[in-house]
């Protein structure tokens, strides 16, 4: 474990000279503690100076490997030239208008999005600048066109931390102690898991669509459900790759019952998952779909994608922001859907297969890893104990090691590690990350 950094800690002499953060990044975090807020959540004591593709060095000059990516953010790896031309281009016209107008930048992206969006018929989007406002846009666009208040979400989810997002969220009871009231007249149900079943029977994911129409019957009345929103494949909550059949079955739920489908593809979409979007994979369509992290690169912007005939009820000032469609944001988005469509997508699911096959080789000589589950480079290995219960000690052990070794990493769920690399990671790079994961492993386990 890293020693902890104090607030104005004397850094000319710092404590650990073997281990990392080196003297440099240890002078900037002592710095930070004393302005930034405490609450980022973060694991250990990584100090960027600069990246290219999937690589990162720190301020002391130390070369990683990034299966981080921001947090699944940096689609093109770390400041494409292609990116990086698109947004000075942007920046040397002007760097903000507002969407109160329109610009060039803003309607080709829509444009784009529309081209690209697996609803199956014309779409609309509302740009913004984060994951959470893309999920509270979309909570306000379901309320405000069935004229119902309620909403289904599911246990693990994450959606976002601001009010309305922050009521579906419940993968750690943390994100929402101390914040309550959050948005009222959401329902949690469980998430079909496969690796640990919670309902009897072989499909989990039957069981979740069975138990949501008892949920009708006896105390949620369907008639005032605006929405099921679901990740399609779920992310902070542990990698869960749901069952066949699931996300159609909840199709079926809502076409019965006048309900938007909203997929959350925030974290799944944009090629993370080897296609353009994680619905894709099961060829289910959502009336509502959020997005925003890969969208931009690494630039924050977001969109609510809708159904045209959804979105198009929404009233002149129904909705709004100032950020949103942000010059520099669309350019980058621009050219980082192009780029995606045109070779990460692929790219995604050639070196995902890849890693996947390395993932469940090292599982075969390392019984600590329970499950290696996924789809293209959203990739998790849930790490267990003896008995088989999650290992959290070990998981949050493991991000340290790695880290130590070079490998940028973070965990989700209980116990597990996930990978989530840029889309243009190569198989060279997964083999090298292989090695640093077994390394780390051994290190970890030795040290109980
Ligand atoms: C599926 C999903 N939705 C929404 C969010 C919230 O995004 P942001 O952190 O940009 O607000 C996240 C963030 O991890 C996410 O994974």
């Not at 509502?288 to 929404?314: D, E, N």
């Amino acid at each position: 474990m890293n020693a902890p950094i104090r607030a104005g800690e004397n850094v000319s002499h710092p404590h650990i000279r073997t281990e990392l953060p080196g003297p440099k990044a240890r002078a900037m975090i002592a710095r930070d503690t004393l302005v930034a807020s405490p609450s980022y959540p973060r694991d250990y004591h990584f100090v960027m100076s600069h990246g290219r593709g999937t690589e990162v060095w720190d301020v002391d000059g130390n070369r990683f490997l990034d299966f981080a990516a921001g947090i699944a953010v940096c689609a093109t790896g770390h400041a494409h030239p292609t990116v990086v031309a698109a947004v000075r281009e942007a920046a040397g016209k002007f760097l903000h208008i507002s969407s109160d107008y329109w610009h060039e930048g803003m309607t080709a992206l829509a444009e784009r999005i529309a081209a690209l969006a697996p609803m199956g018929e014309p779409v609309m989007s509302f740009l913004c600048q984060s994951g959470t406002e893309s999920v509270e846009g979309a909570l306000k666009l379901a309320r405000y066109v069935t004229g119902r208040q309620r909403i289904i979400a599911f246990l693990g989810a994450f959606h976002g931390r601001t009010m309305g997002s922050l009521a579906l969220t419940s993968s750690k009871y943390t994100q929402q102690a101390g914040f309550a009231p959050v948005m009222p007249g959401v329902t949690h149900v469980p998430y079909p898991n496969t690796y640990r079943p919670l309902f009897a029977g072989s499909d989990q994911g039957k069981a979740v669509l069975d138990y949501i129409r008892m949920l009708f019957e006896r105390n949620l009345p369907p008639m005032e459900v605006a929405a099921i929103v679901v990740e399609p494949i779920q992310g902070e909550g542990g990698y869960l790759v749901p069952p066949d059949g699931f996300l159609a079955g909840l199709r079926q739920i809502c076409d019965e019952h006048g309900i938007f489908l909203v997929f959350d593809e925030v974290q799944s979409g944009v090629g993370r998952s080897g296609r353009m979007f994680a619905c894709e994979h099961s060829g289910v369509r959502p009336d509502i779909m959020t997005l925003a992290k890969g969208l931009g690169s690494g630039m924050p912007v977001g969109a609510i994608v809708a159904k045209r005939r959804i979105m198009q009820q929404w009233k002149k000032g129904a909705h709004g922001n100032t950020f949103g469609g942000n010059p520099l944001c669309c350019a980058a988005a621009n050219v980082t859907l192009d780029l995606v469509r045109d070779q990460y997508a692929a790219n995604a699911a050639k070196v995902g297969a890849h890693f996947m096959k390395r993932l469940k080789e090292l599982a075969t000589t390392y019984p600590c890893i329970g499950d290696v589950r996924g789809r293209g480079l959203m990739i998790g290995i849930e790490l267990i104990k003896p008995d088989g219960a999650p290992n959290r000690a070990l998981s949050d052990a493991m991000l340290h090691r790695a880290f130590q070794n070079g490998l940028l990493l973070l965990s989700c769920g209980v116990s597990t590690v996930r990978f989530m690399p840029p889309l243009c990671v190569t198989e060279a790079e997964v083999d090298e990350a292989i090695v640093m994961l077994r390394k780390s492993f051994d290190e970890a386990l030795a040290a109980g």
